[in-house]
Every structure is written in structure tokens, then in C-alpha cells.
């Protein structure tokens, strides 16, 4: 169908006897809509469960520090990372999951949940054709984000050095995250930059309306870095009027690519205001440009190295995913800092003391045994749980986030004892890294790794193929 054409009206006909009611939609049930089981019940408790553990440890932190003066002024940082990149983003998380809907509604999602920037550009035509045009027009694909670029944008901002390939934040559509993004640099200026991100729609996928697309893209203008209202975390500030964007980015990709085509689709969303996932103001028209950039690079329909291209993109995925990696370097600290805790506090030795004489632990002894033998238990299930939720077993992880729970828990009430002013480094530490681990290991792409681990053990049984990227 051509971008610009509009699709015929369908018509009912009339009834030829009294309508009964049917069972359900044939275009509703395709959809392979999502059935809850028992895995999916617990693993979403224990998302919840990792958002309350994330508020409780920055309270900890921050109560904690005013007793040790000199790390005060730490204690209150310490307590603002925890807050801004832990607890806040996992409670939105658990709170727009009950009430933002996950089918298109012309908006992006954030990773926290909120909604992100509105889609305002459609595209028709391959990838290498908008890695080609926007190449040409000059503009520069954005690094992925990781340790090193985020480290390398922090120092160019504070520097105020130029970094033309600067990483984007991830903006979610269908799902998933953006295939790739695109930026150009405002005078050299990291804070300031034009940026868009793109989404290839789903194969069979149609737009409102019945037109289809073969990509989506949200284009901003950042002014500015600032923190978002929303979630208090550093990041760019986008103007308000991201139509201006949208256009620039049109009219850059028609200047320079004469094989570039462009058609409008007035109307297509609302016209409205409102605020993006880093609570900035939006104002959009409602139109949606639509770039047929087929021309571009010719010849590109069914290349074997674009096919090639798409099966490494599939085997990537399969891989064990960050969150699962970080987890699990955290269970190894968790249990070396609580060895160690045992070993140095002079618990052993009070344990001693109080069972010498008649022979019967006093009050404060037995207290203590419960507390080492939950403890070294709690230490032995997680280190094993870990090996088993490394291979992608399907409950290991969930049981493995019970024993982290409880012993998040077993932290909890040992604090109660004693305040959190006078809880030590040693009871800090153990327990930041405890609710460090549940929050990676009940992460999103943690289940969704697992899932599909698990799909491929069913078939395998079954003796279906396995394909590549499930």
C-alpha cells in the first residue's frame, strides 16, 4: 500500500437473523495474548518486593551515615543514587505496569515504565537505507550504552567536550528498546544535540487506521542537562516543541538524499501537551511524516548480508543477559562480605563465652546462634541457587530470589535491633549488595532470558528445531 494512500472503509452488512453473542475476538485472540502462571506470579511479587527492599536501603544509608560523621556528606550521595537510579525507577516500574498500556499508543516508554517521548516520524525502506541517508545528511549513529560511554559522556559533560557519539538513553516501543539512534552535536556542545531513535515495527504489524510502516522513530531536541522531576536521575532536557525537531530531521534527510521521499499524515495522533518520562514539556501537532527512503541504496531487497546481519542480531540475544552477569558477581560478594563478617566481629568468640559454665546459651547467645546459623544456611542456598539460576534452571532463580529475600529480611530485623544510626559498615555493606543482587536478578530481561531458556528445554524434549534468537 502506498504511504500515502488511504485505506477503503469497511462496511457491515446487515444482519440476517438476531446476532448472538460470540465467544471472543478472532483478531484479538491472534495476538497470543500473555497467560499468567506461577513463575510469572512470583517473579512479579518479588519485582515489587526488590522496589520496597530499594527504599528500605536508601533509608538505611542515609540513617546510617550520621553516626560516622566524616561519611555524612557520603551517606547523603550514597542515599540519592540509591533513590534516584534504584528505588524510584523500580516502584514506577511496579506502578505504571498496573495502569500504562503496553499496545501502541503513539508514545514510547522508558525503562522505568513512564511514558517517553511521542513517535513523530515513520520510515518505509530497509535499514542500510537510513543508515545510508542519515550518513549522508551527517549525522552520527549513537554509541550503546555502556560502562565506558556512560563514563566518557559524564566527562564530556562536566568538561564540556565534544562528543559526536555520544550513547542515548533507551526509550521502549513494542517492548523493546530502540534498534539504533542517530544524533548531530549543537556546536561541538555534549549537553545540547539533535537526537532521533528508530524501531523496526513487527512483521504483520499495522498502524491505526490499517496502514503499515516498516519503522518508527522519536526525534527530540536536548537543551539541556538537568534532573528529571520524575525520578530525580541526571539527564537531557528535550524542548518542548518537538515538531521543530521533526522537521529539521525531515528536511536534513530530503536536502541531502534526493532519492528520499516524503508524505504527510495529518491528523494521525491527537494534537496535545504533556510531559515525557524525564518530566519535560511536549507539544505536538498530531502529524505524522512518513520518509519513503526505498531509493536510497537500490538493490537492497533480500541481500544474503542483511539476512546474515539479522541472524547475529538473533544469536546476540541468547546470550545471558547483563542484569543476570551483575547478579551473580553480587551473590559472590554478598557471601564473601558475610564470611568475612562472621570471621571478624567477634561473633564466634561471644558465642563461646555464652554457652561456657552450665553448659545453656543465655539469652543473648541464643539469639546469636539463630542469627550465624540462618545466616551461613541463607549464604549456602544462595551460592548454589546462583550456579543454578547462571544455567537459566527454571525455578532456580525464583528460589534463589526467596533465600535473598529472607535474607534481606534477616538484615532488616538485625538493624531493628540496634537503629539505623548505630548499624555498621559491615551490616551496610552486606545488605546493599543483598538488595543490589535481588533488584538485577528480578529485572525484566532476567525473566525474560530465563523464559526462553526454558522454552528451549520443552522443545528440545519434545524434539522440535530450536530457533535461533528464541
Known sequence: MPADSTPAVAVRPRPASAPVYPAGSAKLSATEARRWGLDDVLDALFFAAAALAALWLAWLLLGSGWHLEPWAALNVVLFWVVLAYLALPRLHQVLTWL????????????????????????????????????????????????????????????????????????????????????????????????????????????MPGGRRVEWLAAATYDRSVGLSTLTLQVTHKIDANID????????????????????????????????????????????????????????????????????????????????????????????????????????????????????????RGAVLTVAVTVTVILMAAIAGLGVAAWFGHPRGRIALMVFLTLHIINTMTQVSA??????????????????????????????????????????????????EGR
Open 99 to 206: 495502569y500504562v498500556p503496553e499496545y501502541f499508543i503513539g508514545r514510547t516508554r522508558t525503562a522505568d515504565g513512564l511514558l517517553g517521548d511521542p513517535v513523530n516520524l515513520a520510515v518505509q525502506g530497509h535499514e542500510e537505507d537510513i543508515h545510508e541517508a542519515m550518513t549522508t545528511a551527517g549525522w552520527v549513529r549513537a554509541d550503546p550504552i555502556s560502562l565506558r560511554t556512560s563514563w566518557n559522556i559524564v566527562v564530556s559533560s562536566l568538561l564540556r567536550r565534544s562528543y559526536p557519539a555520544a550513547p542515548v538513553s533507551d526509550l521502549l516501543l513494542f517492548g523493546r528498546k530502540q534498534d539504533f539512534a542517530y544524533q548531530k552535536e549543537v556546536e561541538g556542545n555534549p549537553a545540547q544535540r539533535h537526537h532521533i531513535r528508530f524501531w523496526h515495527a513487527p512483521s504483520g504489524w499495522v
Open 244 to 363: 521543530v525537531e521533526r522537521n529539521y530531521v525531515v528536511d536534513d534527510v530530503l536536502w541531502a538524499n534526493q532519492a528520499a521521499e516524503l508524505s504527510v499524515w495529518p491528523d494521525f495522533f491527537t494534537a496535545y501537551h504533556d510531559k515525557n518520562g524525564g518530566g519535560d514539556r511536549v507539544v505536538t501537532d498530531g502529524d505524522l511524516y512518513v520518509l519513503d527512503l526505498n531509493e536510497v541504496v537500490p538493490g537492497l531487497r533480500g541481500s544474503s548480508e542483511l539476512a546474515e546481519a539479522r541472524q547475529a542480531e538473533a544469536q546476540v540475544r541468547r546470550r545471558r543477559p547483563p542484569e543476570l552477569v551483575v547478579a551473580v558477581v553480587l551473590l559472590v560478594l554478598v557471601t564473601v562480605v558475610n564470611v568475612l563478617r562472621l570471621v571478624t566481629s567477634g561473633v564466634v568468640g561471644t558465642l563461646a563465652d555464652g554457652l561456657e559454665g552450665a553448659g545453656v546459651a543465655d539469652e
Open 418 to 467: 540496634v537503629g539505623e544510626r548505630q548499624a555498621g559498615w559491615g551490616v551496610v555493606v552486606s545488605a546493599s549488595l543483598s538488595v543490589l543482587a535481588l533488584l538485577a536478578m528480578s529485572a525484566r530481561p532476567c525473566h525474560e532470558w530465563e523464559r526462553a531458556r526454558k522454552t528451549e528445554r520443552l522443545r528440545v524434549r519434545e524434539g522440535e528445531p530450536v530457533r
